[in-house]
């Protein structure tokens, strides 16, 4: 198996098209084409993990977070990157990073830190923007269900819970070829007026050429009337943070426990404690203050994140319990998530997760 077979079933389930600008998600090196020895999934790829891949005969590295963030200019060995990434590249291992994208959809990080939770009803906490697009396009009547299938097929209709979505109504349609022309129906050069289905389909941008292209391999027109309109809608389903509920109201307290123990933490930073029962919490995994005025907009009573600088806990003014719990605590069910994605994907493959701890921070609690 080459590595991109790997990389496919990656950007399956978080497609590159959802990272944020900022980030370098993908493959940092080592070739697609590559026949792929075995995979070892971390949250970094240090070179300690690293050589515990060449050790364990994985020359594919899937790391959460991208070794490579900011361009390089010089490789020459003088920092921890640097040091990787040669080492990289001297042994032939490629590093796949699945980072933001990663983030952002439904099944992605903070839906694991959810799990661990015992969240209910969860639902993106700052769903993106400029996504979706509208498909507009004429089929002769009796040719739309199979046209509208392959759209489907190729990735369009889909709103939230709901597949093959798609509106249709029957109408007029003109056209008049060029002497140059070969229509379908009709005859070049003159005017044709044909019973046709309209088809509306949404979709999402980043699945754009390939909707298109199966829209054209299915309709028998030579050549293709459609349009493509971009909307404002939110894409529920892609977007950062998560807002979810426990299903009986839970007490402050009990809350930081059970974070305690379902994390192994030595610590927790928060903000003073409200006096209240708990329901509904937003989490993000990583570093998270950009999303504080959104889980507070959403009414959320609690948010639990980590990278929370001091001025940012002022941020909850009392209506809500900042928790800051940990980077890397905060993210390290994500190799578990990647693993196990994987191990379904490729049930016969060495799918394996790195057994190196790659937290840089401890705590001295005196
Ligand atoms: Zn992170």
Redesign the pocket.
Same mark, same amino acid.
């Given at each position: 198996m080459k590595i991109i077979n790997i990389i496919r079933e990656l950007e399956k389930k978080a497609p590159l098209a959802f990272q944020e600008s900022y980030d370098n998600a993908g493959l940092l090196t080592g070739s697609p084409e590559m026949l792929c020895s075995g995979i070892l999934c971390t949250?970094d790829a240090t070179i300690e993990v690293l050589k515990e891949a060449m050790e364990k005969g994985c020359n594919l590295v899937v790391a959460?977070?991208p070794i490579v963030f900011k361009g390089l200019t010089k490789i020459t060995g003088k920092n921890y990157v640097e040091k990787a990434i040669i080492y990289a590249i001297k042994h032939d291992i490629a590093i796949y990073a699945i +980072?933001t994208n990663l983030?952002n959809v439904l099944n992605g990080?903070n839906f694991s830190i959810a799990q661990r939770l015992g969240l209910i009803n969860t639902t993106i906490l700052s769903p993106k923007n400029n996504q979706l697009a509208k498909l507009i396009t004429y089929a002769p009547i009796g040719t739309a269900e199979d046209i509208t299938q392959a759209l489907f097929n190729a990735g369009a209709g889909h709103i939230s819970e709901y597949s093959e979505c798609s509106f249709t109504v029957n109408g007029m349609g003109s056209y008049m070829g060029s002497a140059q022309s070969n229509p379908t129906i009709g005859k070049p050069g003159v005017k044709q007026f044909t019973s046709e289905t309209k088809i509306e389909v949404i979709l999402p941008t980043y699945l754009q050429s390939q909707v298109i292209e199966a829209l054209k391999n299915k309709h028998p027109y030579e050549e293709v009337a459609y349009y493509v309109i971009p909307l404002l809608n939110e894409y529920v389903t892609v977007g950062s943070g998560l807002l979810g509920e426990f299903s009986a109201p839970i007490d402050e307290m009990e809350l930081l426990t059970l974070l305690k123990d379902h994390f192994n933490l030595s610590v927790i930073k928060h903000t003073p404690l409200l006096n209240q029962k708990i329901t509904k919490i937003a989490v993000c =995994? =990583?570093?998270g203050s950009f999303l504080i005025q959104a889980a507070l907009r959403a009414g959320a009573q609690y948010f639990i994140s980590s990278d929370i600088k001091y001025h940012e806990f002022f941020d909850a003014e009392n209506r809500m319990v900042i928790a800051d719990i940990g +980077?890397?605590e905060?993210?390290q069910y994500t190799t578990e998530l990647l693993f196990s994605y994987l191990t379904t994907k490729f049930p016969n493959f060495a799918v394996l997760k790195t057994a190196i701890n790659t937290n840089p921070v401890r705590y001295f609690l005196g």
């Amino acid at each position: 198996m080459k590595i991109i077979n790997i990389i496919r079933e990656l950007e399956k389930k978080a497609p590159l098209a959802f990272q944020e600008s900022y980030d370098n998600a993908g493959l940092l090196t080592g070739s697609p084409e590559m026949l792929c020895s075995g995979i070892l999934c971390t949250l970094d790829a240090t070179i300690e993990v690293l050589k515990e891949a060449m050790e364990k005969g994985c020359n594919l590295v899937v790391a959460h977070h991208p070794i490579v963030f900011k361009g390089l200019t010089k490789i020459t060995g003088k920092n921890y990157v640097e040091k990787a990434i040669i080492y990289a590249i001297k042994h032939d291992i490629a590093i796949y990073a699945i +980072h933001t994208n990663l983030d952002n959809v439904l099944n992605g990080v903070n839906f694991s830190i959810a799990q661990r939770l015992g969240l209910i009803n969860t639902t993106i906490l700052s769903p993106k923007n400029n996504q979706l697009a509208k498909l507009i396009t004429y089929a002769p009547i009796g040719t739309a269900e199979d046209i509208t299938q392959a759209l489907f097929n190729a990735g369009a209709g889909h709103i939230s819970e709901y597949s093959e979505c798609s509106f249709t109504v029957n109408g007029m349609g003109s056209y008049m070829g060029s002497a140059q022309s070969n229509p379908t129906i009709g005859k070049p050069g003159v005017k044709q007026f044909t019973s046709e289905t309209k088809i509306e389909v949404i979709l999402p941008t980043y699945l754009q050429s390939q909707v298109i292209e199966a829209l054209k391999n299915k309709h028998p027109y030579e050549e293709v009337a459609y349009y493509v309109i971009p909307l404002l809608n939110e894409y529920v389903t892609v977007g950062s943070g998560l807002l979810g509920e426990f299903s009986a109201p839970i007490d402050e307290m009990e809350l930081l426990t059970l974070l305690k123990d379902h994390f192994n933490l030595s610590v927790i930073k928060h903000t003073p404690l409200l006096n209240q029962k708990i329901t509904k919490i937003a989490v993000c =995994g =990583g570093a998270g203050s950009f999303l504080i005025q959104a889980a507070l907009r959403a009414g959320a009573q609690y948010f639990i994140s980590s990278d929370i600088k001091y001025h940012e806990f002022f941020d909850a003014e009392n209506r809500m319990v900042i928790a800051d719990i940990g +980077h890397w605590e905060s993210e390290q069910y994500t190799t578990e998530l990647l693993f196990s994605y994987l191990t379904t994907k490729f049930p016969n493959f060495a799918v394996l997760k790195t057994a190196i701890n790659t937290n840089p921070v401890r705590y001295f609690l005196g």
